[in-house]
């Protein structure tokens, strides 16, 4: 069974690089038609994607945060990684990985996210 | 403000049905068949419920089952159960090759 776990600082400052690392156990990253992707959730708010990489390298990002996102992939240690620069308050909020299935677009499974406060 | 518009909360007493709507535009869920819902208990990872519209995973309860008219997609969850207790969110594929989530919908069993 495929689980997926967040890691990485949980307080930023602002104008900084938030990153984060997901790890995948139970199976292969380079497997499959899955996309990895990460999507957050602002405080009381609603959920938003934030992209997607395939285990080629291939991204692709939501229009909105573009120009400051950067994922990579490393499939020797079946984990992939968020890059997000000159972060703001308003980048604060619980970031989750989730496996998506290319065709029927399903995010399966999730990781139990993890909480990043931009703050000085 | 989310794209996908959910009730903030729907209740009821264990042992009936209750549906969640989720509404969106012809550029979603009115346009594609990809719409999924997810249970999340705070903390915990999201599950995933139904994708497709209607499609159970394997491991689900049959209680749990989707539909769509229009632009507005259903989640109903019958016979409605204490540890169904949770808040539900649904997401859709757009046209704009990004998805897209609701605000999320707390269940109360009664």
């Known amino acids: 069974q495929v689980q997926l776990q967040e890691s990485g600082p949980g307080l930023v400052k602002p104008s900084q690089t938030l990153s984060l690392t997901c790890t995948v156990s139970?199976?292969?990253?380079?497997?499959?038609?899955?996309?990895w992707t990460w999507i957050r959730q602002h405080p009381g708010k609603g959920l938003e994607w934030i992209g997607y990489?395939?285990?080629?390298?291939?991204?692709y990002y939501s229009p909105s945060l573009r120009s400051r996102l950067a994922m990579s992939v490393d499939t020797s240690k079946n984990q992939f990684s968020l890059n997000l620069s000159s972060v703001t308050a308003a980048d604060t909020a619980i970031y989750y990985c989730?496996?998506?299935?290319?065709?029927?677009?399903?995010?399966?499974?999730w990781g139990q996210g993890i909480l990043v406060t931009v703050s000085s | 403000q989310s794209a996908l518009t959910q009730p903030a909360s729907v209740s009821g007493s264990p042992g009936q049905s209750i549906t969640i709507s989720c509404t969106g535009t012809?550029?979603?869920?009115?346009?594609?068949?990809?719409v999924s819902w997810y249970q999340h208990h705070p903390g915990k990872a999201p599950k995933l419920m139904i994708y497709?519209?209607?499609n159970r995973p394997s491991g689900v309860s049959n209680r749990f089952s989707g539909s769509k008219s229009g632009k507005t997609a259903s989640l109903t969850i019958s016979g409605l159960q204490a540890e169904d207790e949770a808040d539900y969110f649904c997401?859709?594929?757009?046209?704009?090759?990004?998805?897209?989530f609701g605000g999320g919908t707390k269940v109360t069993v009664l």
């Open positions: 989730a496996r998506a299935y290319r065709g029927d677009w399903r995010f399966d499974p």
């Open positions: 139970g199976g292969s990253i380079s497997g499959g038609y899955y996309y």
């Open positions: 990489i395939y285990h080629s390298g291939t991204t």
């Open positions: 012809y550029d979603d869920v009115g346009g594609y068949n990809y």
């Open positions: 497709e519209v209607t």
């Open positions: 997401s859709s594929y757009t046209s704009s090759s990004i998805w897209v």
